[in-house]
């Protein structure tokens, strides 16, 4: 998680638009962004890729979408393996 | 949901090893499925995905992942938007 390059948006707990709006921000200077998440806040990933995409149509689209697993070491010392998400979204050229 | 192929695998509310078997048994006797899911099943669609290819390695492996969304209509009359992801698992050619 120490790598917080200004391109990565890492979704977590706070409001779903709070997460739109920091992806659209990011846009403006960007050529392409990459959007992660892992376990239950996948979902709200992909929400907040489709949100920007209809919010800035037809400014960016969807580019490469991967999927993995990360093993984790949960509070009672054994490894728990979370799924993840990393989604790109790029602008269109014209 | 009535294209209900038997290539295709919808993530519904059942226990999360029912999508991995239903998964593997399709995977014995075609070469792609397709795992979809909507909404909150987002993220188990990826967990059934990763432990699928995990429990079957070397023999299957991730293709085409799309996200997007459908209206449905709500119980109160009104259009919502649910996001979606369709993810294809295939076989390794050797």
């Known amino acids: 998680m120490s790598s917080n390059k200004a391109d990565t948006i890492y979704i977590g707990k706070k409001p779903l ?3 739109v ?5 990011q846009l403006a200077t ?13 979902g709200t990933a992909i929400d907040v890729t489709q949100i920007v995409i209809r919010k800035t ?3 960016f689209s969807i580019g ?3 999927i993995g697993s990360e093993s984790l070491v949960s509070s009672d010392g ?3 393996d979370v799924s993840t998400i990393d989604i790109s979204i790029k ?3 014209p």
């Open 78 to 80: 054994r490894n728990r």
């Open 21 to 25: 709006t920091s992806a659209i921000i």
């Open 64 to 66: 490469d979408i991967k």
């Open 57 to 59: 149509k037809p400014a």
């Open 17 to 19: 638009m709070t997460y």
């Open 30 to 42: 960007m050529p392409v962004i990459t959007i992660k998440a892992r376990g239950q806040s996948m």
């Open 91 to 93: 602008r269109n050229t």
